[in-house]
């Protein structure tokens, strides 16, 4: 039985080694923040961080995370929402149906835990997520402004 451990609570679970991560987050956890997009790891609907990485897990399978591993989910990011990316989303009004945005979300922040000032060009070739309302340049404004440290527009 994998025991996984999930922003912060070691969990004992019990599923097949094939099964992908996603589906252990979503159903054996009940965290369903961290969305099914495509199943195939192209979307990025899916992101989750392990040990700060950002991973897609809708195709990785539950047996290729070591039990020392941290998994992070959109919920553990900020469960009061106030990582700097959830603070810029908001600012900026990011989303536009939403779906997407958990993993924009976490690829975004673990881009910036990585390399706190990118350039636009970095952002790009970083944060590959698919978003089909296209609220690309409202992602971009969003890494930037979470960069930046600012959060101007709500209060």
């Not at 706190?116 to 944060?127: A, C, G, H, Y």
């Amino acid at each position: 039985m994998p025991r996984l451990n999930v922003n912060g609570t070691v969990r004992d679970i019990e599923v097949e080694p094939d099964t992908p991560l996603l589906w252990v987050i979503r159903e054996q956890i009940g965290l369903t923040g961290t969305k099914y997009g495509c199943g195939i790891a192209q979307c990025g609907a899916c992101t989750v961080h392990i040990d700060g990485a950002a991973v897609r897990s809708c195709a990785l399978p539950v047996s290729a995370v070591a039990e020392e591993q941290k998994i992070v989910t959109i919920e553990g990011l900020s469960p009061d929402g106030s990582h700097p990316v959830q603070k810029a989303w908001l600012a900026l009004d990011v989303p536009q149906c939403g779906f997407c945005q958990p993993g924009m979300i976490m690829a975004a922040s673990a881009l910036l835990a990585q390399n706190p000032k990118p350039t636009e060009e970095q952002i790009r070739s970083e944060i590959t997520n698919i978003c089909r309302c296209g609220t690309y340049n409202r992602v971009l404004a969003g890494v930037k402004l979470a960069a930046e440290g600012g959060e101007a527009g709500r209060g």
